[in-house]
């Protein structure tokens, strides 16, 4: 199975929004992560089954301290929870000051999630840059989506991201413009500022700015969410992004290396594939 980071350059373009809404269409099992230092907003927006609050306790945090004794799926799921609707998500920070707990925690558990047995993982990353904390999950991803807006500022922090970017990760990069529907000219000037840079930023897409979808993922939704604007377009990336991030990559092995170096287990040791955070897997706590 495979990691996906979203993020954004600045501001608040929709990240969380949009992992939600790839989560609840993603072809196979998937788990959405909050790994935004910023704090939670799905506990805030979302319930559990039967509209019950989620345990804003159970997440990033709990897994921290549980990641002592090693990390794999079953860890992983143990501090997830279900939302209404069935989606699997890790709650994140409540507040920025939990982040110093994290520790050394981002590293290992990036490289686990992208490679989990049971289910892909959709990371919402929030705001990111070089000296961002949880950079090192960023960089065990197998594709790293930065969303945005169509507009000029948006833009150009985009371009910065990018070009900084693009010297601490060698996983694949995308970009999600959220833009009005009836607005294809600014998403296509989006375009033409990525084909003028030397950044590779092979898979774009273009997912609509629609309020009333939205709602839905802010608990305020009414009405038939699958005829939606917003459903309609994050249907046809779902499907192209899961089949992007379906077929390990060199930078999966790599990444791997980097965690069981040869002879102490992994692909390379004697390891195997249950080194690589299996139920059979342990990382040592950090």
Known sequence: MALVAMASAKGSPGVTTAGLVLGALWPRPVLVAECDPAGSDVAIRMTAPGGQPL??????????????????????????QQLDGGLDV?????????????????????????????????????????????????????????????????VAHLRERLSSLVHHVDAKLGVIVVADPKKRDGVK??????????????????????????????????????????????????????ALVAMPTQHDFDMAEAAFPHGQGGPHGEGGPDSLGGPNGEWEGR
């Open 55 to 80: 345990n804003s306790d159970r997440g990033l945090v709990s897994l921290a301290a549980a990641s002592r004794k090693g990390l794999g799926d079953d860890v992983i799921m143990a501090h997830s």
């Open 90 to 154: 890790m709650i994140g920070v409540r507040t920025p000051e939990q982040i110093g707990g994290m520790g050394g925690l981002w590293q290992p558990l990036g490289i686990t999630f992208n490679q989990m047995f049971s289910a892909d993982v959709i990371a919402d990353c929030g705001r990111i840059g070089p000296a961002s904390p949880q950079l090192p999950l960023v960089q065990a991803a197998r594709m790293v989506v930065l969303v945005c807006t169509a507009t000029g500022s948006s």
């Open 189 to 242: 000037q989006v375009w033409s500022v990525l084909d003028a840079m030397s950044v590779p930023v092979q898979h774009r897409w273009h997912l609509a700015y629609d309020p009333v979808g939205a709602a839905f993922f802010d608990g305020r939704g009414q009405g038939r969410l699958d005829r939606t604007p917003l459903i309609r377009t994050a249907s046809d990336i779902a499907a192209e992004l899961a």
